[in-house]
């Protein structure tokens, strides 16, 4: 005996998948109402001098009021550009109210006590109080920032990091 149309399950729903796109039709976490904590324009920081502060601030989602943990006042923080070779000193100030922070530079070579780790390579940020990461620039890339302290991380506490080369850029595009 045979059947007329026979569809196993992934065919059922790329099929409706392909009509809904057809017809406009997208799910609802597809299109948010909430524009997010990021600023309009990125931000960029560069030199041998950043400042970084790490604070709490208050976001719209879906009509409600969020709470993160943000650097300079955005999420994501800052896009940080250097550039190899350089040395860098970034300052970083805890105004959290009560509790500790860090900054780990994911990826980058660097001293072991700049690394941000606390409990590791160093004791955290104090509520209150300042650090100053100083370390060469060693390598070229893309990295990105983050804090190794409680869910801050979760909670918006990241960023990107480009490291163009000291001579011409490698890559052709």
Do not use: C
């Amino acid at each position: 005996m045979t059947y007329p149309l026979m569809l196993d399950r992934r065919a059922f729903i790329g099929g409706g998948a392909a009509l809904a796109a057809a017809a406009g039709i997208r799910p609802a976490w597809a299109s948010s109402i909430s524009h997010g904590v990021a600023t309009k324009e990125q931000s960029v920081l560069t030199g041998e001098d950043i400042r970084l502060t790490v604070a709490r601030t208050a976001f719209p989602v879906d009509g409600r009021t969020g709470h993160a943990v943000a650097i300079n006042g955005t999420v994501p923080a800052p896009l940080i550009r250097l550039k190899e070779g350089q040395n860098v000193r970034l300052t970083v100030e805890n105004r959290l109210k009560d509790e500790d922070t860090s900054i780990h530079w994911h990826g980058f070579i660097v001293p072991f006590q700049m690394d941000g780790v606390p409990g590791i390579s160093f004791p955290g940020i104090r509520p209150g109080t300042s650090f100053t990461y100083e370390f060469p620039i060693k390598q070229s890339g893309t990295y990105w920032y983050h804090s190794h302290s409680r869910l801050q991380e979760q909670l918006g506490h990241y960023g990107p990091i480009i490291i163009d080369p000291a001579g011409p850029d490698p890559v052709a595009y």
